[in-house]
């Protein structure tokens, strides 16, 4: 098996390589994102899957205590991609999920969720409002947290 590593803006295949493209929680990530939906539409014979963090559950509270107002990002970034995809010559088929985790307590919650969703990047009262948050999830079975799905489902 070869393995390439390039960036998704800029896939080093040629059309209608693979029957199925298959991105799960990048396309968040990644620069260009209308230039790197479209590489994947290029490549792709048949269907594209792209499932990303959408704006339902818990986490989108979470994400209000660092950056307020920028959340609705996901909500905005989903309806671009869709719109694209459907650009490009597939049809669409958007299913919502909301994922859910269970962490022992709030301390761990606080330190996996403080890496995972910020890159350990808080500060003092921002730690403190997260804290916060986690113990208002508590309950004798752990501290309970979800997160919002969107798996978008592109097809020919």
Same mark, same amino acid.
């Given at each position: 098996?070869?393995?390439?590593?390039?960036?998704?803006?800029?896939?080093?295949?040629?059309?209608?390589?693979?029957?199925?493209?298959?991105?799960?929680?990048?396309?968040?990530?990644?620069?260009?994102?209308?230039?790197?939906?479209?590489?994947?539409?290029?490549?792709?014979?048949?269907?594209?899957?792209?499932?990303?963090?959408?704006?339902?559950?818990?986490?989108?509270?979470?994400?209000?205590?660092?950056?307020?107002?920028?959340?609705?990002?996901?909500?905005?970034?989903?309806? /671009?991609?869709? #719109?694209?995809? *459907?650009?490009?010559?597939?049809?669409?088929?958007?299913? &919502? +999920? %909301?994922?859910?985790? !269970?962490?022992?307590?709030?301390?761990?919650?606080?330190?996996?969720?403080?890496?995972?969703?910020?890159?350990? /990047?808080?500060? #003092?009262?921002? *730690?403190?409002?997260?804290?916060?948050?986690?113990?208002? &999830? +508590? %309950?004798?079975?752990? !501290?309970?947290?979800?997160?919002?799905?969107?798996?978008?489902?592109?097809?020919?």
């Amino acid at each position: 098996v070869e393995t390439k590593v390039c960036k998704a803006e800029d896939l080093p295949f040629a059309d209608n390589s693979f029957d199925i493209v298959f991105s799960r929680w990048v396309v968040q990530e990644i620069g260009d994102l209308q230039k790197s939906i479209k590489e994947m539409c290029r490549i792709a014979k048949k269907n594209i899957i792209i499932i990303l963090p959408s704006e339902e559950g818990d986490e989108t509270e979470m994400l209000k205590i660092k950056y307020h107002d920028k959340y609705n990002l996901r909500k905005e970034r989903i309806l /671009k991609i869709k #719109k694209w995809v *459907k650009e490009y010559g597939f049809r669409i088929k958007e299913v &919502r +999920k %909301t994922l859910r985790f !269970v962490f022992p307590n709030v301390k761990e919650s606080l330190e996996i969720m403080s890496i995972i969703g910020f890159d350990n /990047k808080l500060n #003092k009262d921002e *730690k403190l409002k997260l804290k916060n948050f986690f113990s208002k &999830r +508590k %309950t004798k079975k752990g !501290v309970y947290f979800t997160q919002g799905a969107s798996f978008i489902y592109g097809y020919k």
